[in-house]
């Protein structure tokens, strides 16, 4: 059974990084797996960040590109999401996901994922 647990989270400043792991346990190689980041504020829907595809390519929000990027280390089981010029509003409780590595209709969609972590918490002050 595939587990994820996130890490990397914290209080930051505007303009600040932040790099989130993803690290995926379980008798499932990462390579096929298509880990996803999703985001939830308070009282709001969970959105989509990115996901790393099971055959390497990334997928970027349109709302996060040019800021946020989707790497994997194989070797190390973990997905990265390297947040940079953070800004308020990408304050929320950051998650991972995982479903397995085969084509997907659209996997900016939270129910193509069947495995969740507990997420980290994010907050960004003005």
């Known amino acids: 059974q595939v587990q994820l647990e996130e890490s990397g989270g914290g209080l930051v400043q505007a303009g600040a990084s932040l790099r989130l792991a993803c690290v995926v346990s379980g008798p499932t190689l990462l390579t096929s797996l298509t880990v996803g980041w999703f985001r939830q504020a308070p009282g709001q829907e969970r959105t989509f960040v990115g996901a790393m595809r099971w055959y390497g390519t990334p997928l970027h929000a349109d709302s996060v590109k040019g800021r946020f990027t989707i790497s994997r280390i194989n070797a190390a089981n973990t997905v990265y999401l390297q947040m940079n010029n953070l800004l308020p509003e990408d304050t929320a409780l950051y998650l991972c996901?995982?479903?397995?590595?085969?084509?997907?209709?659209?996997?900016?969609?939270?129910?193509?994922?069947?495995?969740w972590g507990r997420g980290t918490q994010v907050t960004v002050s003005s």
């Open positions: 996901a995982a479903r397995p590595g085969t084509p997907a209709s659209d996997i900016s969609t939270t129910w193509q994922y069947d495995t």
